[in-house]
């Protein structure tokens, strides 16, 4: 369709500009008008339109004549489209939105009534938009009804939805729902959908705010179903980034610009956040009228229409079925008008899926058993529970006395569950029964094969639904409709029948296995349960195990230690042993960690090398980190590396040449270290082992820092920071911000160590992470030193003694002592700082630390200094500058400083 595209325009502070972009020519026409004459024009179609009875076509003729002008443009326009859709696209600017343009009458009747050429009038808003793809198949609409609790008059919604498909059926529209009216459950919806709706369509009531700024909203629900008003911004959130072709804000008042004019209404506020098209109505507007112009455009759209098209076809359908409020329909656009959202099939049917009700058939009388869509009110909060324990739950349970409504309920929640196979078993269930229901729909060989082989009823079934789905993606909804056909009264209690004990037994547990491999967290947590209830150690221990090796990942150990610990109370099984041992270290308790570390090793049968590999390589962190069993710790490494090498696994391989690394670095092999960690990095890249990068990163960031390269080091640690951010490595990334804190700190940037700090502290905190958060504090008792808040330095110190001792974590604790000697000196208590060096150098020579070691000897030949003992500085500077000068430390150089300084005075 050809577009005439009117702006409005100040000229002078009396005077505007209205600049007409005719068809087909590259400059605008114009005429000039008086501010005050545009005021007196809004203020008369106010008062003529928003009243009760208005004179549309006398409104119409109105609008008319004057937007026609001397230059007669409108006229010109329609004459020269002949054959052709015209659109009338009227700048929103300038209050020219609040005007009703759809009544537009050129004398003998309403534009929008015309055929040739069809005319369309819209609200525009001038931006440079890009065409989306059009593709051949259905078109998608996502329907919601908002309806909260005391929110009157009640929305008859079911039969807005019933007349949308009736009115569609015969083209291809796929309309799923959305059961919630609440935005926020909106937002998981359309997050879970990888194919993006061509259409949103919201249906409820909508206002405006009776006081300054006169804001829009739409009344939607909350979680539990009461009044929520919803802005544009917040329906905006739930789209960003993925908006949909047109949004339907089918709610009274939608449209209409509060304020006289002033106020952008919610549909432009809506285009404003980054909607493309917008449709809404200007006033309030009866149900039935909403409903004919929804279900008559969306049956254009999905016939391949342009959007102009349809709804110039929809206001004609309005008018012949002689609806009052047709004009309240305003369109809303972004840039050029959106053309046809989807292209028609062509000769392929529309592939509509049987309406679930057909599935109720009362097997005597073959009547359908349920009520239609159509007929079914007043069960809304039922569907929404339902559906909301389904996300989270294999199934419900809906009970109640007979003939209330159970199986229809069930109906219309298949109908909500796009996607799943529907399998209806009616009153009496048993093997055969079930056996022939999976057959009849089957058309996998593998899947006959399965279910005609002589296995136990459980095997096969889990056999079938692993192995022989007609496709990867089949999903099942089972209903066992009339159930209680297949209780028996015993001693007085309904009791399930012996034989369909076996056989949901049976089913139930396929059903488990089956979710327990692709189902979302908490439906595997929910499956857990139900195993630890039924005492049933397979699914228990399995699922178990996924999970606490998915959360070990992104360090939640607290919840780890719960879903291992409530498992093993059912079965004992390694593997639970082994997360559980991970998440004790992790959280402090490393006596319980060694414990279990062992039962995993006694327990790992021979021929799992990958568990006892990882094992060994758990346990050599202990004795490194923790006990300061230095030679210890590198046997087992070794014996790590000869297991991976021999199994052929490259990541366990980087693993643990990773610690050896770090062992290397503190030993002063510092070149061996970087030869180690370009050796993972080269492994952690082929393998795609993102998390073993990010960790390799991070250990050359900080051999780059200690040897003065800061900015090396800084782009190594954000490379670092970024893919931990990306994989939700909390533990990962508060290292890296309490590193980079450390870097800030020496290069004099207080503040933003301080902010990076505090960062990694709460992380920390959060996880549970008491070694990080010890070593955390350590640096900012340093930092509170250095600007003399020694009271503040002294509390931090001992909070992070008290942590590193709980967990014996031995190289930790020397470092503390080491600072805590720095506060002293400080205090001017030499004595007693020398006392506490002596403590940390012990330490570190028995860890074989040389860095710490370096350090210590420096503050004590720094301490014989002050007090004149030359000779005994000497003794200390001597080997600390040999090793600071190993390990090509940029501390060297102040170090031999110091020590030719004592030289020259002795």
Request: charged share 25%; aromatic share 8%; proline share 3%.
């Amino acid at each position: 369709m050809q577009t005439i595209r009117i702006q409005l325009r100040e000229s002078t502070q009396e005077t505007v500009e209205l600049r007409y972009w005719l068809p087909q020519q590259k400059h605008y026409e114009s005429r000039r008008l008086k501010s005050a004459e545009i005021a007196n024009f809004l203020k008369q179609g106010e008062r003529d339109y928003y009243k009760l009875l208005p004179n549309l076509p006398g409104i119409g003729q109105q609008l008319f004549f004057w937007l026609d002008g001397d230059g007669r443009w409108l006229s010109r326009g329609i004459a020269n489209c002949r054959g052709e859709g015209l659109v009338i696209a009227i700048d929103t600017d300038k209050k020219l939105a609040h005007l009703p343009w759809e009544v537009l009458h050129d004398g003998e009747d309403f534009l929008v009534k015309r055929v040739n050429p069809v005319v369309l009038p819209l609200r525009w808003i001038e931006k440079e938009t890009e065409a989306f793809s059009v593709e051949a198949r259905q078109l998608r609409v996502l329907f919601m009804a908002t309806d909260p609790e005391d929110v009157q008059p009640k929305l008859e919604f079911e039969q807005e939805e019933a007349r949308i498909l009736a009115d569609t059926r015969d083209f291809a529209v796929d309309l799923r729902v959305e059961e919630s009216g609440c935005v926020s459950e909106l937002g998981k919806v359309w997050s879970r959908y990888l194919d993006d709706f061509d259409v949103f369509h919201l249906t409820g009531h909508a206002s405006i705010k009776d006081e300054a700024p006169y804001t829009p909203y739409f009344i939607t629900e909350t979680e539990i179903g009461e009044r929520h008003e919803t802005t544009a911004a917040e329906l905006a959130e739930v789209f960003r980034f993925r908006f949909p072709k047109l949004v339907f804000l089918s709610g009274c008042r939608t449209g209409q610009a509060p304020d006289k004019g002033a106020v952008p209404s919610m549909a432009e506020a809506l285009i404003a956040q980054g909607a493309r098209a917008v449709l809404s109505w200007g006033r309030p507007v009866e149900d039935r009228t909403a409903t004919a112009a929804a279900a008559h455009l969306y049956g254009k759209l999905a016939a391949g229409y342009q959007l102009a098209e349809a709804l110039a076809s929809t206001y004609q359908q309005l008018f012949k079925q002689k609806v009052r409020d047709w004009h309240l329909l305003r369109l809303y656009v972004q840039g050029e008008c959106p053309g046809a959202l989807v292209d028609v099939l062509g000769d392929v049917p529309p592939s509509a899926p049987e309406p679930a009700y057909q599935q109720f058939l009362d097997p005597d009388t073959q009547l359908v058993r349920v009520a239609k869509p159509s007929e079914f009110v007043g069960r809304r909060r039922t569907l929404q529970r339902c559906l909301k324990a389904i996300r989270t739950s294999l199934g419900v349970l809906i009970h109640g006395l007979g003939g209330v409504g159970k199986s229809t309920v069930t109906a219309r929640l298949l109908e909500r569950m796009v996607g799943y196979h529907r399998l209806v078993n009616f009153r009496q269930l048993d093997e055969d029964k079930l056996v022939k229901t999976l057959a009849e729909q089957c058309t996998s060989e593998r899947g006959h094969e399965i279910l005609n082989r002589n296995l136990p009823l459980m095997q096969r079934l889990t056999k079938f639904f692993t192995e022989g789905l007609n496709t990867k993606e089949q999903r099942f909804a089972f209903v066992l409709d009339d159930f209680e056909a297949n209780l028996e009264l015993r001693n007085g209690v309904y009791v399930l029948q012996q034989q369909v004990v076996e056989v949901m037994l049976a089913l139930l547990k396929a059903l488990w296995w089956k979710e327990a491999e692709s189902g979302t967290e908490s439906q595997k947590l929910e499956i857990h349960r139900l195993a630890l209830l039924g005492k049933d150690e397979g699914i228990s221990k399995e699922i178990a195990a996924a999970l606490a090796r998915q959360w070990v990942k992104i360090s939640r150990y607290r919840e780890v230690l719960e879903i291992c610990r409530s498992t093993l109370k059912v079965v004992e099984d390694y593997r639970i042993l082994h997360e559980l041992a991970v998440s004790e270290k992790e959280l402090g308790s490393i006596d319980q960690a060694l414990v279990h570390y062992h039962q995993v090793l006694n327990l790992c049968p021979t021929e799992d090398q990958i568990q006892k590999a990882a094992t060994l390589h758990q346990l050599a962190g202990i004795y490194n980190a923790n006990l300061g069993d230095v030679k210890q710790a590198i046997a087992l490494y070794k014996k790590c590396l000869e297991m991976w090498k021999h199994i052929d696994d490259d990541q366990g391989k980087a693993s643990t040449l990773h610690e050896l690394g770090r062992i290397y670095l503190k030993t002063g092999d510092v070149d061996k270290a970087i030869e180690i960690y370009n050796e993972v990095l080269d492994i952690d890249k082929r393998t795609g082992n993102v998390q073993g990068k990010a960790a390799t990163l991070h250990e050359l960031g900080r051999i780059y820092a200690n040897r003065g390269d800061i900015d090396k080091s800084i782009a190594r640690l954000n490379q670092s920071l970024d893919i931990k951010e990306g994989i939700g490595d909390l533990q990962g990334k508060a290292a890296t911000l309490h590193e980079l804190g450390r870097i800030y700190a020496n290069q004099g940037d207080v503040n933003e160590a301080f902010v990076l700090l505090h960062q990694s502290l709460d992380i920390k905190k959060g996880i549970g992470d008491l070694q990080g958060k010890a070593v955390t504090l350590h640096l900012l008792a340093i930092l509170y030193t250095k600007q003399g808040k020694i009271k503040e330095a002294i509390a931090l110190c001992n909070q992070s003694l008290e942590i590193l001792e709980l967990i014996s974590d031995v190289e930790g604790k020397a470092a503390m002592l080491h600072q805590f000697a720095f506060v002293y000196t400080s205090l001017g208590d030499i004595e007693k700082a020398i006392t506490l060096l002596q403590q940390s150098l012990e330490i570190n020579e028995h860890i074989e630390n040389v860095h710490g070691k370096a350090m210590n000897l420096w503050w004590l030949g720094g301490l014989a200094e002050q007090q004149g003992e030359h000779t005994k500085a000497i003794s200390y500077l001597q080997p600390a500058l040999e090793i600071l000068q190993r390990l090509k430390s940029p501390d060297a150089e102040s170090v031999s400083a110091n020590l030719d300084r004592v030289i020259r005075n002795s």
